[in-house]
């Protein structure tokens, strides 16, 4: 994997994305010479036109990146990646028709627009069928060995047998556990020298996962591994790199304390934020007014009460805030208190329904954003009842509350909708590791993930 701004992404993702936008390029260049042949425009040096190609195949890109294009099911099945490839390029395509009515330009016309949508799905498809099998191959996995046979070893098997993964085991080290849950790992005495065992086997990161590390670390193992420019990982980082998450059942405090993450230098990115956060937010309540407007009416008009729904929650390091949201259920719907939403919940309203679904409710949480309460990216805000018993049964589910919450998150984008404890353990997971990890680059991925949950909302209740 590559580091990119303390975020990992794998090396099949970073060779195909660059490969596409070459092709993209390609795909532009294509549709601008046929247009021009067909009136009998003369062909100009390339030259002469690089800024437009390249800002036409940047926005079909981001649109790609945005629709999962680069997720692991598109990267394992043709099927699955063929239709977000389509979706990705209608998408940029009417992007850049909007951009090129809004800014007139005479190099790049929306009359190119059609061909160069044809020549990116020809090269595209093309392009995934020539690498499909290789991107799936071992050639792009990273030879991992794990020291350890018991469940955290086990654990990093069935991680390692997952399609999306970008490692495979060459082997198991037993360290002595008195249970072994990987039979056929080979017992340390049974090798006499480690550090040219790894040679031998291409090993190219080690995996620490005793189970009981207090007087049993193999140090002088891991100093001979790690003087053969082998890289030493623990178990706990090494699922927070694999999984983008941080794994609650090995973590404590001491590894939160010395583990790379919560860097000084969150100051300016909070300013870059907060600056995105006002600017965006602004443009986009000016944009969405009329659809806020329009959906407050028939909301009115679907059910009784009032049309925007107003409730308390856990900010900024736990400070309460009031909540705005378009109102989904019915009046009487927290007449007990609040609860956990449902799958078929008969408290949410026939247009309700609706506007969860395509996310329209959220928009009026923009004035929060824009007040400074919240932020376009973050930890979910939750309500206080709910917060105070989560904080009792689940361990660091306070430090959630170390970064503003957010409309859209890392949780969201990677797990389907929580209504439960257990729910709520798995996305506190996914929100330490923003908290932990956070930068602009983060967010912006984020945001543009958002794309994808929005089109595909599974997850919405």
């Known amino acids: 994997m590559i580091r990119l701004f303390k975020h990992y992404i794998p090396h099949a993702v970073i060779l195909l994305g660059l490969l596409d936008f070459a092709l993209l390029v390609l795909a532009g260049e294509l ?137 495979a085991i060459v082997s198991y080290i037993a360290m002595g556990e008195p249970e072994r849950a990987v039979e056929e790992a080979i017992a340390r005495e049974a090798i006499h020298d480690l550090g040219r065992f790894v040679e031998n086997l291409g090993v190219s990161e080690v995996v620490l996962a005793l189970q009981e590390r207090r007087n049993s670390l193999p140090l002088n193992d891991l100093l001979r591994i ?49 600056v995105f956060d006002i600017v965006a937010s602004l443009i986009l309540l000016l944009l969405t007014a009329p659809i806020i407007a329009v959906f407050a009416i028939i909301v009115k008009l679907d059910s009784k009460g009032p049309a925007f729904f107003r409730q308390e929650r856990v900010g900024l390091f736990g400070q309460p805030f009031y909540l705005i949201k378009l109102r989904s259920m019915r009046v009487d719907a927290e ?14 309203t026939r247009v309700g329904r609706f506007i969860r679904k395509v996310r329209i409710d959220e928009l009026p949480q923009t004035w929060s954003v824009l007040k400074g309460e919240m932020s376009f990216v973050g930890p979910r805000p939750e309500v206080p009842t709910f917060v105070d018993e989560l904080q009792e049964q689940i361990p660091f589910y306070g430090e959630r509350h170390m970064v503003k919450p957010g409309i859209t998150g890392w949780a969201q984008i990677n797990y ?40 595909w909302p599974d997850g919405a209740r």
């Open 31 to 167: 549709a601008w010479q046929v247009r021009a042949s067909q009136i009998g425009m003369e062909l100009d040096p390339i030259e002469s036109r690089w800024i437009p190609l390249l800002g036409s195949a940047s926005v079909v890109w981001l649109a790609m990146i945005s629709v999962g294009v680069y997720g692991p099911y598109a990267l394992r099945s043709l099927r699955f990646a063929g239709a977000r490839l389509l979706v990705a390029i209608s998408l940029g395509i009417i992007a850049l028709a909007t951009i090129d009515w809004i800014l007139p330009g005479e190099t790049f016309w929306r009359s190119t627009l059609l061909y160069a949508m044809g020549f990116a799905v020809l090269v595209l498809v093309a392009d995934r069928l020539l690498l499909n099998s290789f991107l799936g191959s071992s050639a792009f996995r990273r030879r991992v060995m794990v020291l350890g046979a018991g469940d955290r070893a086990q654990r990093l098997r069935k991680l390692s047998e997952k399609p999306e993964a970008g490692f």
């Open 416 to 455: 389907p909708y929580g209504a439960s404890t257990e729910d709520s353990r798995k996305k506190l997971e996914y929100d330490l590791y923003y908290a932990k990890n956070y930068t602009p680059f983060l967010d912006f991925v984020v945001l543009l993930q958002t794309v994808r949950v929005v089109l």
């Open 226 to 274: 790690k003087t053969k420019g082998v890289h030493v990982n623990d178990f706990s980082s090494f699922l927070e790199r694999e999984t983008g998450r941080v794994d609650l059942d090995t973590v404590n405090p001491s590894w939160l304390i010395f583990s790379d993450g919560f860097s000084s230098g969150r100051m300016f990115s909070s300013a870059v934020k907060r």
């Open 335 to 348: 007449k007990d208190g609040a609860k956990w939403a449902e799958k078929n919940d008969s408290r949410i």
